[in-house]
């Protein structure tokens, strides 16, 4: 028979359980990832928004591609007031 190891990955896992202490790790690259991800899903939505608005009225019967370009860069610049982000006070 094989001699089973002494150390198993389980007793590695529940070593890093033991030396955890909550609320002691930085969390900076998280935060950092999470706010990438905000932005890019907030401004990628309001891009979306405008450009189906553009299609929209271009394309829907008796539309125009005037029309559609008014009304999305009416909703672009709209959509930038309300979505920037409120400047932070130190």
């Not at 002691?24 to 891009?47: A, C, H, N, P, Y």
């Not at 928004?49 to 009416?74: D, E, Q």
């Amino acid at each position: 028979m094989a001699d089973h190891p002494h150390h198993t990955s389980h007793d590695a896992a529940d070593h890093d359980a033991e030396a955890y202490v909550r609320g002691s790790m930085t969390i900076e690259e998280q935060r950092q990832t999470w706010d990438l991800f905000m932005g890019l899903t907030k401004w990628g939505s309001l891009v979306v928004a405008s450009l189906l608005l553009l299609l929209t009225l271009w394309f829907m019967p008796n539309g125009s591609l005037m029309t559609g370009l008014i009304g999305a860069v009416v909703l672009a610049v709209a959509g930038f007031f309300f979505l920037k982000s409120p400047k932070e006070s130190h």
